[in-house]
């Protein structure tokens, strides 16, 4: 499974920005994905995950009612759209993938076993 994060920037606070994860090498259609994302000095930490056959969704503390994770209808792309973005959100993010994973894992780190490189999002005050 290959994972390529797309979309990071510099924005403003209260701005939004959309992500992009392109899939491909992926060959069953169930498992979770996520996005995490690490500032610097601090270690990665969970953002959003979705149930990859039927679609369910949980996201940490800090995003929620904020940001949206979703994926397209093909399943070979996986988004997060990030609205009213604020300076601690400013990190890396990196898309996730665990094709075996299982609806209580969709929060837990190792048990993602394919990571992409990381998309910078920069949300200045």
């Known amino acids: 499974v290959q994972l390529q994060a797309s979309g990071g920037g510099l924005v403003q606070a209260g701005d939004s920005l959309r992500l992009s994860c392109a899939i491909s090498?992926?060959?069953?259609?169930?498992?979770?994905m996520a996005w995490f994302h690490q500032a610097p000095g601090e270690e990665r930490k969970f953002v959003a995950a979705?149930?990859?056959?039927?679609?369910?969704?949980v996201y940490g503390d800090s995003v929620k009612g904020r940001f949206t994770i979703s994926r397209d209808p093909a399943k070979t792309a996986l988004y997060l759209q990030m609205n009213s973005l604020k300076p601690e959100d400013t990190a890396v993010y990196f898309c996730?993938?665990?094709?075996?994973?299982?609806?209580?894992?969709?929060?837990?780190?190792?048990?993602?076993?394919?990571w992409g490189k990381g998309t910078q999002v920069t949300v200045s005050s």
């Open positions: 979705i149930r990859w056959s039927g679609g369910s969704t």
């Open positions: 996730a993938a665990a094709p075996r994973g299982i609806y209580s894992t969709l929060g837990t780190h190792s048990s993602y076993n394919y």
């Open positions: 090498g992926r060959s069953n259609s169930g498992g979770n």
